[in-house]
């Protein structure tokens, strides 16, 4: 278990730094530009998957009282992508931390967003926040395009696993 999540850490870094390459260079019209979507722009969809990963390393690592940063937010987009990678790679440092495969199998406890308890085995909460920006990287596709951009990066896993 531990070295299927380290592939899917290592992989959720690369995919995310390889929109950030491109996020960096967006105009202030593009990043906030009005888009149909799970979220309304770009930049709101960039801060909601910076925020479930900080939210999961919090989770993780028993924070009392997690903090859903996106409530409360109010930086600019180059700081937000910064943080967005320390958290990648916080999630990837937490996998590496464990000792042995047991330790994805210890159920945790926590409140959802909504204020409802919890329980899964550590093993499901990594899944879920690694899949969950996989399907938001998605979005982003789509949402660039929207915004004019022609040179979308491509981030199929087997991408990753070939290098």
Known sequence: MKELLTRLAKYNIWANQKFINVLEKLSEEQTDMEIESSFSSIRKTVYHMWSAEYIWIQRLELVEKPVWIQDSYDGDLATALENWKECSAGLLSFIEKQFDDDA??????????????????????????????TYHRGQLVTMLRQAGIKKVPSTDYYLFAKK
């Open 104 to 133: 994805f199998t210890h159920v945790m406890q926590y409140y959802n967003l909504k204020k409802q308890s919890v329980k899964l085995e550590v093993s499901t909460g990594l899944i879920q926040v690694l899949n969950h920006a």
